[in-house]
């Protein structure tokens, strides 16, 4: 069983920068895929960005060129700068692969001024 632990949300002025961490824990193998999905009020979750254990990565049009997903063994960051506020959303981590599916709790992102 994987356990996915997020952090560095919060509160950022427009045009400002968060970076989030997830940590994932209770597996010893290189897992597949890690990535980032977000959910707003009243809005579908959808992928933000994600990086397999290749070092592949793929994005949201949206966040093109503003956010950057790295990781780091079983770590994933997403770096995100020049902070919009629709991009105000709940952030989850994801950790998936051959047969096992794992999210996160979500650590929230509040772009406001």
């Known amino acids: 069983q994987v356990r996915l632990v997020e952090s560095g949300g919060g509160l950022v002025q427009p045009g400002g920068s968060l970076r989030l961490s997830c940590a994932a824990s209770?597996?010893?193998?290189?897992?597949?895929?890690m990535g980032w999905y977000r959910q707003a009020p009243g809005k579908q979750r959808e992928l933000v960005a994600d990086i397999t254990n290749s070092r592949s990565t793929n994005y949201v049009d949206s966040v093109k060129g503003r956010f950057t997903i790295s990781r780091d063994n079983n770590m994933v960051y997403l770096q995100m700068n020049s902070l919009k506020p629709e991009d105000t959303a709940v952030y989850f981590c994801r950790a998936n692969g051959y047969q096992y599916d794992y999210w996160g709790q979500g650590t929230q992102v509040t772009v406001s001024s």
């Open positions: 209770g597996s010893s193998l290189s897992i597949y895929r």
